[in-house]
C-alpha cells in the first residue's frame, strides 16, 4: 500500500524559510509524479509545485514561481520543497501528492489518488 509521508512544517514569520519533505513507500514502480498541494482554511486544496521523477521537469503555480522550489532525492522517493521568502498567504496544510502516470495537468488536485496527511504551515506578518 503506498504511503505518503510529510514533514517538516512549522510556524514562521513573513520573509522567513521552512523545508518540506515528503517520504514515499508503498510501491513497486516509482511515482510518474510527486507534486505538493495547500490548502488555507475555507478554501480549496490548490496545486503548488510538482516534479517528474524521471526528467526531473518542475511545475510552479504561478502564485510560488521564484519563491518554492521542488527537489528529488537520487532514489526518487523522497521529495523537498524548500519555501523561501513566504508570506501569510502561504499559510495552509501542504499535503504531497504521487500520480505514476503521464497527466497533461501536474498541479491539479484530481490527477492524484495518493495522498499523504499533510503538514501544517504557518507564516505570521
Known amino acids: 500500500q503506498v504511503q505518503l509521508v510529510e514533514s517538516g512544517g512549522g510556524s514562521v514569520q513573513a520573509g522567513g524559510s521552512l523545508r518540506l519533505s515528503c517520504s514515499a513507500s508503498g510501491y513497486s514502480n516509482h511515482p510518474y509524479y510527486m507534486s505538493w498541494f495547500r490548502q488555507a482554511p475555507g478554501k480549496e486544496r490548490e496545486g503548488v509545485a510538482g516534479i517528474q521523477t524521471h526528467s526531473e521537469s518542475t511545475y510552479y503555480a504561478n502564485s510560488v514561481k521564484g519563491r518554492f522550489t521542488i527537489s528529488l532525492n537520487d532514489a526518487r522517493d523522497t521529495t523537498w520543497l524548500e519555501l523561501t521568502n513566504l508570506k501569510p498567504e502561504d499559510t495552509g496544510i501542504y499535503y504531497c501528492?504521487?500520480?505514476?502516470?503521464?497527466?497533461?495537468?501536474?498541479?491539479?488536485?484530481?490527477?492524484?489518488?495518493?495522498w499523504g496527511r499533510g503538514t501544517q504551515v504557518t507564516v505570521s506578518s
Open positions: 501528492a504521487a500520480r505514476w502516470d503521464f497527466s497533461w495537468y501536474v498541479l491539479r488536485v484530481d490527477q492524484y489518488t495518493n
